[in-house]
């Protein structure tokens, strides 16, 4: 979780008001990640990235802005303005949860006295073992 003086006070810190600057208010035409974090940072890497999507959930939990993403064309961020743009927000986020439930499950029930990796896997590891030796 993103702490700064700024969020202490329930103020929007200068990157968080960058990002508001940037994302359209509505669905029809939202801004994808790579290209706000250009504008936002200055460049696109996996680590600026990261820091805009951190700096967007602070948005969303903390500061309360509806805030939602587009998985398909177009893809991007966008400020939702109604109950249905709202909607289709969450709905990605549902799954993403039941996803992480069932991989959560999936390792709880994990049986370690089965020390045994299934063939599949054994030969996939193998396979991959030889392609980063070959690299």
């Given at each position: 979780?993103?702490?700064?003086?700024?969020?202490?006070?329930?103020?929007?810190?200068?990157m968080e008001?960058?990002?508001?600057?940037?994302?359209?208010?509505?669905?029809?035409?939202?801004?994808?990640?790579?290209?706000?974090?250009?504008?936002?940072?200055?460049?696109?890497?996996?680590?600026?990235?990261?820091?805009?999507?951190?700096?967007?959930?602070?948005?969303?939990?903390?500061?309360?802005?509806?805030?939602?993403?587009?998985?398909?064309?177009?893809?991007?961020?966008?400020?939702?303005?109604?109950?249905?743009?709202?909607?289709?927000?969450?709905?990605?986020?549902?799954?993403?949860?039941?996803?992480?439930?069932?991989?959560?499950?999936?390792?709880?029930?994990?049986?370690f006295?089965?020390?045994?990796?299934?063939?599949?896997?054994?030969?996939?590891?193998?396979?991959?073992?030889?392609?980063?030796?070959?690299?």
């Open positions: 979780m993103i702490k700064d003086a700024a969020s202490a006070n329930n103020e929007f810190s200068e008001t960058a990002i508001l600057t940037f994302i359209p208010n509505g669905m029809e035409r939202p801004r994808p990640l790579n290209e706000l974090t250009m504008l936002v940072v200055g460049k696109d890497s996996l680590n600026e990235r990261r820091k805009v999507r951190d700096l967007i959930n602070h948005l969303v939990v903390v500061h309360h802005i509806p805030i939602g993403a587009r998985y398909t064309k177009p893809n991007g961020y966008y400020i939702a303005t109604n109950d249905h743009e709202r909607d289709l927000a969450i709905e990605p986020l549902i799954s993403q949860v039941v996803e992480l439930e069932r991989r959560i499950q999936s390792l709880v029930n994990t049986d006295s089965q020390n045994k990796k299934p063939a599949e896997l054994e030969t996939y590891h193998n396979h991959l073992a030889k392609q980063v030796l070959l690299f």
